[in-house]
């Protein structure tokens, strides 16, 4: 699979994400992320205005869903979103709604294992339950507060290509990676390269 860039709109306000997407875009950024500060503070209507600004490009909405995924789904599809993601912490139940939905609105779906107490195989288990992609997310908080007990900060390229070698499906790594880094993920077998909010 060829790398494809997502810059990750980790903003709370539509203008600015507007013209940071802008150039992105510009620069040759393949997908948009609507971040989940940017669900939070605009919600669909973030989505949209993402939608009518760059009608040909995918856009990700990291909802990190939880529950209620059906729905969730069908009103980001239904707003422009191609990609949301799910927590692979959620019941087995609604990553299987999330993924129905995915296939009934035309949304592919991220499985993200933050949290997982096994990575490797939340990835697995991501990818049996129908997930599209894996998402090797190690997150903002913990990677923090494990700095602040003086130890070593955790990061996704650890473990990076085990997940790659226990899935199918195109795999992601998020979570403190510097832009060297980011751009080296295809070299572990993860092609999705992900530029996040301290990068850009």
């Known amino acids: 699979m060829k790398p494809i860039v997502q810059i990750s709109l980790d903003l709370t306000n539509i203008d600015e994400a507007l013209e940071t997407a ?6 040759g950024v393949d997908w948009l992320e609507a971040g989940t500060p940017l669900i939070l503070a605009e919600g669909l209507h973030g989505v949209r205005k993402l939608r009518e600004a760059f009608p ?7 909802l990190k869903t939880m529950d209620g995924g059906y729905l969730e789904v069908e009103m980001m599809g239904k707003a ?13 139940e609604t990553i299987k709604c999330v993924v129905n939905a995915g296939r009934d609105f035309g949304v592919k779906v991220m499985g993200d294992n933050l949290g997982h107490p096994d990575m490797v195989e939340g990835a697995k288990i991501l990818e049996d339950l129908g997930c599209d992609y894996v ?34 499906i195109p795999v992601q790594a998020v979570g403190g990676l510097s832009l060297e ?17 301290p990068l850009t």
């Open 22 to 27: 802008a150039l992105a875009v510009r620069a």
């Open 56 to 62: 040909n490009i995918p856009i990700v909405a990291d």
């Open 80 to 92: 422009g979103a191609t990609h949301v993601v799910v927590m692979v912490r959620a019941h087995e």
């Open 135 to 168: 998402i090797h997310h190690i997150g903002y908080d913990e990677r923090r507060g494990i700095a602040a007990q003086g130890k070593r900060m955790p990061s996704p390229l650890d473990q990076l290509r085990e997940v790659v070698s226990a899935v199918n």
């Open 181 to 197: 880094q980011a751009i080296r993920c295809p070299e572990y077998g993860a092609p999705l390269v992900v530029l996040g909010a």
